[in-house]
Nanobody, 124 residues
C-alpha cells in the first residue's frame, strides 16, 4: 500500500519556525503533485501549498503566502514545508498528499494519496 509519511510537527511559540517533511515513494514524487493541507479541530481541511510534479513550482494559499515555503529533494524522496512567523491560527494537523492531476490545487478531493498527519501547535 502506498504511503506518505509526515514528520516534524511539534509545539512552537508564536513567531517561531518549524520544518515538516513528507517522505514520498519515488515514482509518486516524479509524477504527482504534492500538496500540504491542514485541519484544525472543528474545521474543514484546507490546502496550504502545492508543488508541481513537472517543474517543482510551488503555489501557496493566501493565508500562508510569504511565510511558508515548500520544496522537494528528489534524491531523498522528500517534500518539505518550511514554516516561519507561525501564528496560533496555524495550529492543526498537517497532512501531505499526492494528486495525479489536481486542477483545484487546494481542494482535498483532487488528491488520491494521503499521509497520517503531524500535529503542529502554535502557542505561548
Amino acid at each position: 500500500q502506498l504511503q506518505l509519511v509526515e514528520s516534524g510537527g511539534g509545539l512552537v511559540q508564536p513567531g517561531g519556525s518549524l520544518r515538516l517533511s513528507c517522505v514520498v515513494p519515488g515514482f509518486i514524487l516524479a509524477n504527482y503533485a504534492i500538496g500540504w493541507f491542514r485541519q484544525a479541530p472543528g474545521k474543514e481541511r484546507e490546502g496550504v501549498s502545492c508543488i508541481s510534479a513537472s517543474d517543482g513550482i510551488a503555489y501557496y494559499a493566501d493565508s500562508v503566502n510569504d511565510r511558508f515555503t515548500s520544496s522537494r529533494d528528489r534524491a531523498k524522496n522528500t517534500v518539505y514545508l518550511q514554516m516561519k512567523s507561525l501564528k496560533p491560527e496555524d495550529t492543526g494537523v498537517y497532512f501531505c498528499a499526492a494528486g495525479s492531476n489536481p486542477v483545484l490545487l487546494f481542494s482535498p478531493g483532487e488528491y488520491e494519496y494521503w499521509g497520517q498527519g503531524t500535529q503542529v501547535t502554535v502557542s505561548s
